[in-house]
């Protein structure tokens, strides 16, 4: 019922920019904390940054080039990347507490979208 769906991937040059969005979608009473991760090829996933109530988190890595923000009213987060880097290729995942019903709250996580950064 309740989905995460990831968009605006893709591959980019050294240097340029990308921007993640993910929407929410189903049967929504409640968004909690927002978030994406990141999974490089043969690496364990990582947070990238997560977002609730304006207040953000960054992994030391993406600090200063990445923003993550969200529209509550929309239902999605987005992650501007900027200044990106070949060691940011990976694939990105958006992740969200929700509650259906006001009871219930689960940890939903999205498909994953791929990022390569490369010449």
């Known amino acids: 019922q309740v989905q995460l769906v990831e968009s605006g991937g893709g591959s980019v040059e050294p240097g340029g920019s990308l921007r993640l969005s993910c929407a929410a979608s189903g049967t929504i009473f409640s968004i909690g904390v927002m978030g994406w991760y990141r999974q490089a090829s043969g690496k364990k996933r990582e947070l990238v940054a997560t977002?609730?109530?304006?207040?953000?988190n960054y992994s030391d890595s993406v600090k200063g080039r990445f923003t993550i923000s969200r529209d509550n009213d929309k239902k999605m987060v987005e992650l501007q990347m900027d200044s990106l880097r070949p060691e940011d290729t990976a694939v990105y995942y958006c992740k969200a507490y929700i509650a259906p019903d006001g009871l219930r709250i689960y940890e939903i996580w999205g498909q994953g979208i791929r990022v390569t950064v490369s010449s």
């Open positions: 977002i609730n109530d304006g207040n953000t």
